[in-house]
């Protein structure tokens, strides 16, 4: 067993858990990061690459970037929020170029081009810098509980030590979940490792969820294949099996016509407008895009090639662990949420669309989260790892009847998914399919929580199992509650926007699951 | 998913266990990586990326096929360590993300990158 005391403990090696790490130990904290996989690869930053909101400090743009997004969001974010997430955003940029030394390309004039972030480099740097900064890094270590104190605060986690098959445990002052959000095993490009483990965790710690209506992201794909990158498919015309124009459809404003069509049919889709400068482009800026085509030997600009819509629930979704505090404090002593793990409405309300808010708010999250931690656990005054800590986890590692009479975890990760990946029940969502798609659900999880229980590394699975569930069970409920459509929660039985449910929905529990409006309603200039 | 792990290419330096984050690769005997838990691959191309000798590939298909590529054909067309050559990792090239300028998606943004 390895047995660590840390002052900030950080889960979760993506670009969120990455900073929090560097800006704790940046303030004096000695840091350990654990990782389900490993700190470079891990989540769906790195294998991908990213837009990222980085707006110069010149008022007139910093106001039209947070106004932009504030229809499509339904207006539940947050200026506040949205001003200092640009701030922070634009010096940690800073930092990647001059400290981690990353090769943005550059202007005509020179100037370095700092829009986005290629996957594989930005994260093979944040290691690099990670390991500068005295962090220990824990790679293919899995968390799978959080510890408490007498007092209910969170006083460090254990887990799985993939390699070594061992259990470790770190005793901490304070925790940082950066775990991402949650995919639903949908093989969505770097998603795999994003089952939602950090909301069962808070929330069995006794945090807030929010926004988890908002879960329905579903990203464009060629056919069979994980490489989910959309925003390419706005050069592109969708195709009826006889080659007539799918009429409707399109990567923004048109998935859901996509979606409802594959229900019936395969969809087709050429890229098909974009001039040869574009083609060219693209292919500089997104190599994987190309490697599906590449490698099966079609030519997407004048080939038809079959699409899938994979699932990206709260990845790209906007819901997550609910933010008590400026330092990204939960409502739980100790506890700190950063990047997808956190609900993402603070800065972009029910809607993302695409890459660049999310990883404005992993490095500024990650940050303050760590900055945060750290400062928490510098007030302990040094009791960290001397306080008596107990296990706070419970589905799928303590269960209530232990007899191992119940569904293994493949058996509850297959039932999760036929809820919550059919187009008909998650993206296009009506209440009548919801209702019953929740009691299903439910059922499952007191199944679950009374028998699902494994050892080493299939104790992971079935934590991770566990986590999807509940996830599955927050989205729902919320969703039945926001009886409207606002963001990217579309209810076809509910269409409009009401103006009576301006608020952000706050959910949690576990064995019964709760919700209500968050009071105050945020501020919203319109 | 994982097709190939080229026998003839591995310097068994570890590399991809080390970096496949579902971890599906255990150490073989002779030392050369063995797909103890390929159902786990996440057609992330990681591993890819990160082989310093281009001896492993990756189907974009998230389902294993019938039958492995065959290498030989893989290797004489470029596939072999072409996403690694893409992204300029390795000795003497340039990083793909210095030359990462995408189109414009739309007249008010600007150039996408990324």
């Given amino acids: 067993m390895t047995d660590l005391t840390a002052d900030v403990f950080v889960a979760g090696g993506g670009p969120a858990g990455a900073w929090a790490a560097i800006k704790a130990a940046e303030a004096g904290a000695s840091v350990v990061l654990a990782d389900k996989g490993y700190l470079g690869t891990s989540g769906a930053t790195a294998s991908g690459g990213t837009g990222v909101w980085y707006v110069e400090p010149d008022p007139a743009a910093r106001e039209a970037a947070m106004a932009s997004r504030e229809s499509l969001g339904g207006h539940l974010a947050d200026r506040d929020w949205m001003a200092r997430v640009l701030d922070q955003t634009y010096a940690n940029m800073r930092e990647i170029a001059e400290i981690s030394r990353y090769p943005f390309p550059e202007d005509a004039d020179g100037r370095q081009i700092r829009r986005g972030l290629q996957g594989p480099e930005y994260m093979r740097r944040m290691r690099v810098r990670v390991r500068r900064s005295g962090v220990r890094i824990l790679d293919h270590s899995p968390v799978t509980e959080l510890l408490a104190d007498a007092s209910g605060a969170v006083a460090g986690a254990a887990g799985h030590r993939l390699r070594a098959d061992e259990p470790f445990r770190v005793r901490a002052g304070a925790v940082v979940l950066a775990t991402g959000g949650c995919a639903f095993l949908s093989k969505a490009l770097g998603c795999d490792v994003n089952t939602g483990d950090g909301a069962l965790f808070a929330a069995e710690a006794g945090a807030e969820l929010s926004g988890m209506e908002f879960s329905n992201a579903y990203a464009i794909a060629p056919a069979f294949t994980s490489v989910t990158k959309t925003a390419f498919y706005s050069f592109a015309t969708f195709y009826h099996q006889d080659g007539s124009v799918l009429e409707g459809a399109g990567s923004r404003r048109g998935r859901s016509v996509i979606a409802r069509t594959l229900l019936r049919e395969p969809v087709l889709c050429r890229i098909d407008r974009a001039t040869e400068d574009e083609r060219r482009a693209m292919r500089l800026a997104q190599p994987n895009f190309f490697l599906p085509f590449d490698r099966q030997g079609i030519d997407p600009f004048r080939d038809l090639f079959p699409v899938t819509l994979l699932a990206e629930g709260t990845v790209r979704g906007t819901g997550g662990i609910r933010i008590a505090g400026n330092d990204c404090s939960t409502s739980v002593p100790g506890l700190f949420a950063a990047g997808d793990a956190a609900t993402r409405e603070l800065i972009c309300g029910g809607f993302t669309g695409g890459g660049s808010h999310n990883s404005a708010w992993a490095m500024s999250s990650g940050t303050w989260a760590g900055q945060g931690a750290a400062r928490y656990a510098a007030g302990l005054g040094g009791r960290a790892g001397t306080r008596t800590v107990r296990a706070l986890g419970e589905a799928g590692i303590r269960p209530s009847r232990a007899d191992g009479s119940g569904p293994g975890h493949r058996e509850v990760v297959a039932a999760v998914q036929a809820q919550v990946l059919p187009y008909d029940k998650n993206y296009l969502r009506h209440g009548d399919r919801l209702a019953p798609a929740l009691d299903v659900l439910d059922a499952a999880w007191r199944d679950l929580r009374a028998t699902l229980r494994a050892d080493g590394a299939d104790g992971v699975r079935a934590r991770s199992a566990a986590a999807m569930a509940a996830h599955a069970r927050w989205m729902y409920r919320a969703a039945l509650a926001r009886t409207e459509t606002r963001g990217m929660h579309k209810r076809e039985d509910r269409p409009g926007q009401d103006p009576a449910q301006h608020h952000r929905l706050v959910t949690g529990g576990l064995d019964e699951v709760w919700n209500r409006p968050e009071t105050p309603v945020p501020a919203v200039a319109s | ?114």
């Fill in chain 2, 1 to 114: 998913m994982i097709e190939i792990v080229s026998r003839e290419r591995c310097i068994a330096c570890d590399k991809c266990i080390e970096v496949c984050p579902t971890n599906v690769f255990d150490r073989g005997a002779d030392g050369i990586p063995v797909l103890t838990r390929r159902d786990d691959c996440q057609t992330c191309f990681m591993c890819e990326a990160y082989c310093p000798v281009d001896a492993l590939f990756v189907d974009p298909r998230s389902h294993p096929l019938p039958a492995p590529p065959d290498e030989r054909a893989l290797a004489r067309d470029g596939s072999l360590g072409a996403y690694r050559r893409q992204i300029g990792w390795g000795r003497g090239r340039t990083p793909g993300a210095k030359l990462a300028v995408g189109p414009a998606l739309d007249r008010s943004t600007g150039p996408l990158t990324s």
